[in-house]
């Protein structure tokens, strides 16, 4: 008898369904076996991308005319909750796809769709090259410039942090056409990996998610002309932010699929584990953290798949993706501290899986808005409803 898991479980159509289940049958397969060895190592999993192309994981952002799947965010979701479940690092792999794919799927021409998704499909990723030095979660204070030159411009900074840095085919990068105008002064580029003048010169030693390749991107002259402007010239900043808006719930699944990860191995262990003549799981202070790990489960998934229902009915997701991301990385957290807690003097050790969930989940509350972000987004609409209300009221 297959036991019931306690975890809500959201109620999917039939094609996420057949998704989820295929992404869970390649992520215990294929992925989850080498998830210690890519930690330990440091290491890529280029077997992995081989693997999405394979069996269609590398077009679930793509357009089917293209193609792809074109699946709907609640069904990607899904997959990228099963991958994250089996192994963070290809997890966030899979979510960093979306961050080069989504500015494309919102302003890119016809064209630059077509070679870069079509490349994506191939397994080679776009990559979003946004902070530097000078600017994470204030993105308006880039410095790197997009000066005019000849038939175009001539790109001159250093991006850090690039997410799939170095294995992808294409770089969105975000860089000033106007000094002077501050946000509005922001344009996106599509640059191919094989331009002249850009170069990745280092990958980051990570904490966690130690199979995914975080990188410095060097770009020196790189010549760019109209063709390669993703959306509007001096508006990039709004398309990185409204991609932001939708990567933000692809990490809050990532968060889902550590959290479940960890609370599991937890669970597992309080009923293995016996002290004093009894289970762990028969005393009240771990069954109890874990029965609210369970609910804060349980309410992370609500607010996931709701935020991804939210914009597949066409809504916008600012508020609800920074409660999802917010929260679901936040329980992330609660989670893998248990599980550490629950295996005890193995749980700091090496290789006992609730040691690396630890590290892998400490990401999530950090890139792609971090936790103070998400409730600086939150705290200033809670202050525009209230002002917005008294104001009516004051009007009626
Ligand atoms: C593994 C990894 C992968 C990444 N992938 C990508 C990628 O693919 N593309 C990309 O462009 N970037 C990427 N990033 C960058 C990431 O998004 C940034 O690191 C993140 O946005 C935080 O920016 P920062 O590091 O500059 O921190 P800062 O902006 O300097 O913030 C430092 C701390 O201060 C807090 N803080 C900042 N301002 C406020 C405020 N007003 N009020 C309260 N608290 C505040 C922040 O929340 C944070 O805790 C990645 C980073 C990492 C580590």
Known sequence: MKAKDVIWEPRLDAEATEWKERARAV???RF???????????????????????????????????????????????????????????????AAHAL?????????????????????????????ALTERGAGSDAAAITTTALADGDGWRIDGEKIYVGNGGAAAHYIVFAKTDVDAGPRGITAFAVPGDAAGLVVDR?????????????????????????????????????????????RVSVAAQGLGIALAAYRLA???????ETFGKPLIENQG???PLADIATELSAARMLTYEAAAAHDRG???????????????????????????????????????????????????????????????????????????AAATVGA
């Not at 501290?337 to 990401?363: H, N, S, T, W």
């Open 27 to 29: 992520a215990a397969e």
């Open 32 to 94: 989850a076996p080498l998830a210690e060895e890519l930690d330990r190592e440091q290491r890529y999993p280029h077997e992995h991308i081989e693997t999405f192309v394979e069996t269609g994981l590398s077009g679930i952002l793509v357009p089917r005319e293209l193609g792809g799947a074109g699946l709907s965010m609640v069904a990607i979701c899904a997959i990228v909750e099963e991958v994250s479940a089996a192994c963070s690092s290809t997890g966030a792999i899979l």
């Open 100 to 128: 080069g794919a989504v500015p494309l799927q919102i302003g890119g021409t016809v064209a630059q769709r077509e070679t870069m998704l079509g490349d994506l499909l191939q397994g080679k990723a776009v990559s979003f």
């Open 203 to 247: 990958y980051e030693d990570k904490m966690g998610i130690r199979g995914t390749l975080t990188s410095n991107l060097r770009l020196e002259g790189v010549h760019v002309t109209p063709a390669n402007i993703v959306g509007e010239e001096n508006r990039g900043l709004k398309l990185a932010l409204q991609t932001l808006d939708l990567g």
């Open 267 to 273: 669970a597992a262990e309080a009923v293995r584990r």
């Open 286 to 288: 771990i069954a109890f």
């Open 315 to 389: 809504e916008r997701i600012s508020l609800p993706g920074a409660m999802a991301k917010l929260y679901s990385s936040e329980v992330a957290h609660r989670a893998a501290d248990l599980a550490v807690q629950i295996y005890g003097g193995d749980g700091f050790c090496k290789p006992c899986p609730a040691e690396r969930l630890y590290r892998d989940q400490r990401i999530l509350q950090i890139y792609e808005g971090a936790s103070e972000i998400q409730r600086l987004v939150l705290g200033r609409a809670i202050g525009d409803s209230v002002r917005a209300e």
